[in-house]
């Protein structure tokens, strides 16, 4: 070949390379735009499945990748503070029962007012209990609720009925129960109440707290001391059960938030107080001690029934470069027909805050479900009587209430030095945290 024809067929394969980059058959597809969410990872494995489910069908709707990311009951705050110290926020998040407060007092929430009234139009109005949570004290709504975890009293029927003991109604007859069943050689530790830093210590902590009209702020949200007999009379409580009844098991205190849940369904504890997960492994794996399981509404105090509440809620980030998509994800997950599709596959763990999907037959199966539906109507806050606010969020979020209880338990201080130490902690919040 000569010179002249080898540099024509060079030049010829340079234009046929050119040409094929620019051919639509060989270009890179186009990545489609993400929008990052991040969820609860509950113990209920089914409604994780749903929930990501109807998220990616929708993402699918709207040809947009989404990235979904899943937190644990345990480290949702840390993992939240975290992302906003990174910058580093999704555009949809799920938030627990402090979130709300504690986010939109950091600036941190979009406004979701109309949204919220689009939801209620729909699906009728919210629950009383879930207000507080989701708007704020002008009336703004800057997260929408999902659904209530609703905790309640786990009871081994034929473990009581063995002992002749009955299901407690109030916290003294909690008490009565765990000591009867022990000194009727039934179960040495039938109790399982851990006080450690998880969900089922510091909400367990509240209802037992505001159901003997305990708090730490006042009704318009300002901090009261907790240096009063109530205090001493709910701390007492929660620190005999271990030392004085020895009716719970030694290790609770070290238990995950897992560890009552797996003390229970292995038969080593009579009751405790949990969200409905217990339930869902007894019904999906159809084990034996269903049919002496009861879930029951939590006990009363000298005040009532006055109980903590894990609300789900779903808020936008203002970070968020894709607001108008963030708020048709809610929209579209929180429309009838998908939100009853995941409700039925919550196995009962998850319970609506709208009117009109609380009133699908789905909730009348058994005693136990009427019973889960019917726990979020005593639900209080963290900061009650007065408004939940940031300052009251990072009490509960700071553990507090939990670390409360195991000086006592684990370090051995009598309960006077205690409070002491949790008054100043509360003080300091107050102090540099909004309380409006």
Sequence with gaps: MTLLARGLSIVLAALLLLAGAGSPALAQPAQKPKIRVWLLRTYVPDANHALED????????????????????????????????????????????????????????????????????VNGPMLESALPVVRAPDGRFHAVPFNYITDVQFIRTDLFRKAGAKVPTTWEEVREAARLIKAKGVMEYPLGQSWNRSADGYGVFQALLYSHGGGWADEQGNYTSIMNDTWRAVVRWASEIYLKDKTVPPDAMSWTGFGNNEAFLTGKIAFTFNGPSIYYVL????????????????????????????????????????????????????????????????????????ERLR???????????????????????????????????????????????????????????????????IKDIYANVPSR
């Design 54 to 121: 109807s998220i990616k069908r929708w993402a699918t709707s709207k040809n947009l990748d989404p990235v979904i990311e899943y937190f644990t009951f345990d480290d949702i705050e840390t993992k939240y503070v975290a992302a906003i110290e990174t910058n580093a926020l999704p555009d949809v998040g799920q938030l627990q029962t402090i979130g709300p407060a504690r986010y939109r007092g950091m600036g941190r929430l979009l406004d979701l007012t109309d949204l919220a009234n689009e939801l209620v139009r």
């Design 359 to 425: 009133q699908d037959p789905y909730w009348q199966k058994n005693e136990s479900y009427r019973a889960v539906l019917e726990a979020p109507k005593y639900a209080r806050t963290p900061g009650w009587p007065g408004p939940l606010t940031a300052a009251a969020a990072e009490v509960v979020a700071t553990h507090v209430l939990t670390d409360l209880c195991a000086r006592v338990i684990v370090d051995g201080w009598d309960i006077e030095k205690a409070l002491e130490e949790a008054d100043k902690r």
């Design 283 to 354: 019904e999906k794996e159809r084990r034996p001690i269903l049919k002496d399981t009861l879930m029951a509404i939590k006990p009363a105090g000298p005040a009532g029934r006055n109980h903590d509440v894990l609300l789900l809620s779903w808020t936008v980030f203002s970070s968020s470069k894709q607001v108008d998509a963030a708020k048709d994800l809610i929209r579209f997950v929180m429309s009838t027909d998908e939100a009853k599709k995941y409700m039925q596959q919550s196995w009962g763990q998850m319970v609506p805050a709208f």
